[in-house]
């Protein structure tokens, strides 16, 4: 027979057993009942009844500890009590516990326990009942945010996360698509600010203005020399008429000045001649010497070599003029007996201007009508004054083909200031 089913004497004592074997039974079914009071070493509370005062003592799986006179609890107790009724997931609250009086420090029924322990043993019951609840039903999301995330059956965070992501990259993309949308923008603006206010770069075409530019020269024009015209703007777009001059930086185009300009029978091809004649000025060539206002322009010969050229070996000569404001210039003669050698006088119309070529024997300029050559040049047509030459290229050279930039390349030539 189990200590369950003893008969008990009117004081609560077991037949045939001393008091105090009785009292650790009763212990024993007490704290099972009775609330934590406050937490032990292990973190576990203490078992205490009203009436009924333990020796504090117990393991992890809340089994009573035996009085400090009696022996230790038999196995089959254990078995039949196993642990707290309060926390056990599969058994309500012990009946023994509760049906058994609860005595108190003197032995004497406490009538008082009688009524508490009921109590005590429902609520654990309810408290049992709502883990059990809370283990096998769904989660309830409280206010806190603290749902366990291994429980959503919706989109996990990661996934929705993911989403926002990948519309974040994709604003990203587009807004790294306008950003270089705008910087190829700003770039192109500066760069038409520059060539319109400030800069044009030419390549030289030819060999009219030999000995000064060369064929494969690449020489930059300031525009605010002159002042700007529509001619000034890409595609000359008819804007406004005459010249614009800027104070204290433009002025009048002087003689001796090497410039571009727009050819005037079509304004649009790009030309470059040594300005020798100013609006009223009168221009003649005799005897292979310019003359200009009926005076003979100084030459000195520098040099005389034979050329190889399409027509052959000639001679070239190469002189040095002084222009009647003093400014000297370097030329190139062919000799005498050419178309070029002697001419009408040229008188320049106002607001125009005469252009020779410094390869006099070799160049289309304002002394051939403007229907072959150059003619008289509007102002509005001059577009800036060569400044420098800032690269050079001897003839051969091409962009489509690399190994022709260093083996064609005039290095002599880089940045040379243009007279």
Do not use: C
């Amino acid at each position: 027979m189990t200590d369950e089913h003893k008969p008990h004497d009117d004081n609560g004592h077991e037949a045939g057993q001393d008091h105090d074997a009785g009292q650790g039974h009763d212990d024993h079914a007490a704290r099972t009942a009775a609330p934590a009071t406050g937490p032990d070493e292990h973190g576990d509370a203490p078992i205490q009844v009203d009436g009924g005062q333990s020796d504090g003592g117990h393991d992890d799986h809340a089994v009573p500890a035996a009085h400090e006179d009696d022996a230790p609890a038999p196995a089959a107790a254990l078995e039949d009590h196993g642990p707290a009724a309060a926390v056990h997931e599969d058994h309500g609250p012990d009946a023994s516990a509760t049906e058994a009086p609860t005595r108190n420090a003197q032995g004497v029924d406490d009538p008082t326990a009688h009524d508490v322990l009921p109590v005590v043993a429902a609520g654990a019951a309810v408290a049992a009942a709502g883990v059990t609840a809370a283990s096998s039903g769904p989660p309830v999301w409280s206010d806190s945010g603290d749902a366990p995330f291994e429980d959503i059956n919706t989109t996990p965070v990661y996934g929705r996360s993911s989403g926002s992501k990948k519309r974040k990259s994709s604003g990203g993309s587009s807004n790294e698509g306008m950003e270089i949308f705008k910087t190829i923008f700003f770039a192109l603006l500066i760069a038409l600010v520059l060539r319109v206010l400030l800069f044009q770069p030419f390549t030289i075409p030819s060999a009219s203005m030999e000995p000064n530019l060369y064929e494969g020269d690449y020489i930059v024009v300031s525009k605010w020399s002159y002042g700007y015209s529509k001619h000034s703007i890409p595609f000359s777009p008819p804007l406004f008429n005459g010249r614009i001059s800027l104070p204290l930086v433009s002025h009048e185009p002087r003689r001796g000045d090497i410039a571009v300009f727009k050819l005037p029978r079509d304004n649009s091809t790009d030309y470059i001649k040594r300005l020798i004649g100013l609006p009223g000025d009168r221009i003649q060539m005799i005897d292979n010497v310019l003359f200009i206002n009926g005076t003979a322009v100084r030459d000195v010969e520098i040099s005389r070599q034979d050329v190889q050229n399409m027509y052959g070996t000639q001679m070239t000569i190469q002189m040095r003029e002084t222009l009647p404001e003093g400014r000297q210039i370097n030329v190139q003669d062919w000799g005498p007996g050419n178309i070029s050698d002697n001419t009408p006088v040229f008188e320049v119309p106002a607001g125009h201007y005469f252009m020779i070529g410094d390869n006099r024997d070799n160049s289309q300029d304002s002394r051939y009508d403007q229907s072959v050559g150059v003619g008289y040049v509007p102002a509005e047509n001059l577009i800036g004054k060569a400044e420098i030459i800032l690269f050079s290229w001897k003839p051969g050279a091409s962009f489509w083909n690399p190994i022709s930039w260093f083996t064609k390349v005039e290095l002599s030539r880089f940045f040379t200031r243009l007279e």
